[in-house]
């Protein structure tokens, strides 16, 4: 099994570009979750996902969009990217218990 | 507002040395987790803690859940190069477990 995986690992983006971060997870978890880790500021929850077709806003939604069309994967995007998302991003599953992470996106915004 | 307050925020010592890392907040919790998150990786889940006053050991890693359920400390006896990383401690926010609120982390740092 390979858990959670996140691609792309590392993306550089100019001001106003667009991009998707794709999260998938070959455990079955019904919960699926996109947070943001900044220096300092810890882990905060962007989106997140109770079940396939289903998103709800977390602690630090605006500038993000989510999409859970198959259950297995959690698409989190950057409409119009600005220097403030400059971020490592991380996907996490659960079952309702303790989470799941992938490896990270560091995504970068000039 | 951080709802879970960790502290030290950094710790540096010595192999071989004992330590210990807290988890605060003024909040009652259902439950508590821990990660240990290493750098380039994600965070990964070492325990849950989930009655007041339990004790989970997991090797030299000595977990504590509050009597009050409000605070946890993880314990750490003859610390190794390999337990350098960021500790979390999270907990679960609302009447489901769906999500957690997680404190900023210790990140600690083990000297040969």
């Known amino acids: 099994n390979a858990g959670v995986t996140q691609t792309p690992k590392f993306r550089v983006l100019k001001t106003g570009q667009s991009m998707t971060l794709l999260c998938a997870q070959d455990m079955n978890h019904e919960y699926m979750y996109w947070y943001r880790q900044d220096p300092g500021m810890g882990l905060r929850l962007i989106h997140y996902?109770?079940?396939?077709?289903?998103?709800a806003k977390g602690e630090v939604p605006d500038g993000y969009n989510v999409s859970r069309l198959k259950k297995q994967n959690f698409l989190l995007g950057l409409e119009s990217a600005a220097p403030s998302q400059t971020s490592v991003y991380f996907c996490a599953s659960s079952h309702g218990g303790g989470q799941f992470f992938g490896p990270g996106t560091r995504l970068t915004v000039l | 507002t951080q709802l879970l307050e960790q502290s030290p925020q950094f710790l540096s010592i010595q192999e071989g040395e004992n330590l210990t890392v807290y988890c605060n907040s003024s909040?009652?919790?259902?439950?508590l987790q821990w990660y240990r998150q290493e750098p380039g990786e994600g965070p990964v889940l070492l325990v849950t803690v989930v009655t007041g006053g339990e004790v989970k050991k997991l090797k030299r890693l000595t977990f504590q859940f509050g009597d009050a359920r409000k605070d946890s400390s993880l314990h750490i006896t003859a610390a190794q190069p390999g337990d350098t990383g960021l500790y979390l401690c999270a907990g679960p926010l609302g009447f489901g477990n769906e999500k957690l609120t997680f404190g900023t982390g210790t990140r600690l740092t083990i000297i040969p």
């Open positions: 996902s109770v079940g396939e077709g289903t998103t």
């Open positions: 909040s009652v919790f259902s439950s």
